[in-house]
């Protein structure tokens, strides 16, 4: 199975494995399933740490992409077609960051992980979650 996970999945599998439910990491231990991250998810996290609303446990965002990498994360670019189609997703959410991360499941067809309980709306616009 492929998955695709939550920004906050990423930096809780590096610095906090222990938040995540067992089943969840479970699964993202499970070397049968490709686990993938948007690459926003490394632009969201270079701006939050540059505003001072996020801290990396003496990490900098540009040793991430490379952290990820040695964690058998797959890194996706969010496609023309997927920046240029978003607005067909309902506004329900209104953080850009995650609803592009919801388009991107929903497009690649993979199931999206993340402990968001905002996320759930969009089931019935075909997102998978777990």
Known sequence: MRYLIDTHIFLWLLFEPTKIPSHKLDILKDGLNE??????????????????????????????????????IKIIDATADELSSIHKLPNLHKDPFDRLIIHQAICGKMILV??????????EYGLRLI
């Open 35 to 72: 686990v993938c991250m948007s690459s926003m998810s490394f632009w969201e996290i270079s701006l939050k740490f540059s505003l001072g609303k996020l801290s990396l446990q003496g990490a900098t965002p540009d040793e991430l992409p490379a952290l990820a990498i040695q964690m058998g």
């Open 114 to 123: 993340s402990e968001d309980g905002k996320f759930a709306v969009y089931k």
